[in-house]
């Protein structure tokens, strides 16, 4: 994360929080016209986001960035769920999937590899252990370039679906 991306998600995680959604990345992309500014959210009841869950994301995420004065300039605002597949960015990512398989690549080679895909075994302090075929292998997350969770029936069987917002809430 960079620290504008880092300053966004402080920033706006409190509010999200409250909202029952969690921020699962912040990115912050160069276009040619403008930027965009990415936000993906995560319900924190574990159940899938919708259309009209981004939208309320957007506007209060909108109204925070506008009171901060964050950003210079135009920019466009994206907001999406990380999808089925999602990253795993953080020891938390980790541990909550726990189970499911992950493909992981790594800035330093890990016993001569830095790719690695299969089920997450297990978080050991600041280390994942994941299963590659017969070997297992210890992986520091400080290490972890990328990391991800692989689609799989398991995986798709274990997504509680969308709940829809019931909320009274209008807009002018």
């Known amino acids: 994360m960079t620290?504008?991306?880092?300053?966004?998600?402080?920033?706006?995680?409190?509010?999200?929080?409250?909202?029952?959604?969690?921020?699962?990345?912040?990115?912050?992309?160069?276009?040619?016209?403008r930027k965009t500014l990415q936000i993906f959210a995560e319900n924190l009841d574990g159940r899938g986001?919708?259309?009209?869950?981004?939208?309320?994301?957007?506007?209060?995420?909108?109204?925070?960035?506008?009171?901060?004065?964050?950003?210079?300039?135009?920019?466009?605002?994206?907001?999406?769920?990380?999808?089925?597949?999602?990253p795993l960015l953080s020891k938390g990512d980790f541990e909550r999937f726990v189970g499911f398989d992950a493909k992981i690549e790594t800035a330093l080679p890990v016993d001569g590899r830095r790719r690695f895909k299969g089920p997450i075994l297990a978080v050991e302090g600041f280390d994942v252990r994941i299963q590659v075929d017969a070997d297992i292998y210890l992986i520091p997350i400080d290490n972890i370039h990328a990391a991800k969770l692989v689609l799989t029936e398991a995986l798709l069987k274990a997504q509680k679906p969308a709940k829809e917002d019931t909320s009274n809430e209008t807009t002018a």
């Open 3 to 33: 620290p504008l991306t880092s300053r966004i998600h402080t920033l706006i995680a409190p509010s999200l929080e409250a909202m029952g959604f969690g921020v699962v990345q912040v990115k912050l992309v160069d276009g040619t016209k």
């Open 49 to 86: 986001i919708t259309v009209d869950h981004c939208a309320k994301i957007s506007r209060t995420v909108s109204a925070l960035l506008d009171v901060e004065d964050v950003l210079q300039g135009e920019f466009n605002l994206e907001v999406s769920s990380p999808g089925i597949d999602r």
